[in-house]
């Protein structure tokens, strides 16, 4: 685990590949510590929240996309990953009950 610790402070490096599912990140076996995840993805993605680390839960804002109706977190994402749509203004905050 001591490993992890002194990573936390590089940013991840995410990998294009667009074979991934939206919204999905898998480990690239061939680069350790790089992900693989749909251009989409990536472009949606709030870079940042890899740095965040455990301060997401307290925040998690989970929507509902109007356009494709997959719910997501938005804390994540810029806009919508599966569809591209842009999240709308108002949070509905609808838990996951998953
Ligand atoms: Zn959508």
Same mark, same amino acid.
């Given at each position: 685990?001591?490993? =992890?610790?002194?990573?936390?402070?590089?940013? %991840?490096?995410? %990998?294009?590949?667009?074979? &991934?599912? $939206?919204?999905? /990140?898998?480990?690239?076996?061939? $680069?350790?510590?790089?992900?693989?995840?749909?251009?989409? !993805?990536? $472009?949606?993605?709030?870079?940042?929240? /890899?740095?965040?680390? @455990?301060?997401?839960?307290?925040?998690? @804002? &989970?929507?509902?996309?109007? !356009?494709?109706?997959?719910? @997501?977190? $938005?804390? /994540? =994402? +810029? /806009?919508?990953? +599966?569809?591209?749509?842009?999240?709308?203004?108002?949070?509905? +905050?609808?838990?996951?009950? %998953?």
């Amino acid at each position: 685990m001591n490993e =992890w610790e002194n990573k936390q402070e590089t940013k %991840v490096h995410i %990998v294009p590949d667009p074979t &991934v599912s $939206r919204a999905k /990140f898998k480990p690239d076996p061939t $680069r350790p510590g790089s992900y693989l995840a749909h251009p989409i !993805s990536i $472009r949606a993605l709030k870079k940042d929240i /890899f740095v965040m680390g @455990e301060h997401l839960s307290e925040t998690e @804002e &989970v929507h509902t996309c109007p !356009s494709c109706h997959v719910v @997501e977190d $938005r804390q /994540f =994402w +810029h /806009f919508c990953p +599966h569809c591209e749509s842009s999240w709308p203004k108002q949070t509905t +905050h609808n838990k996951a009950s %998953v």
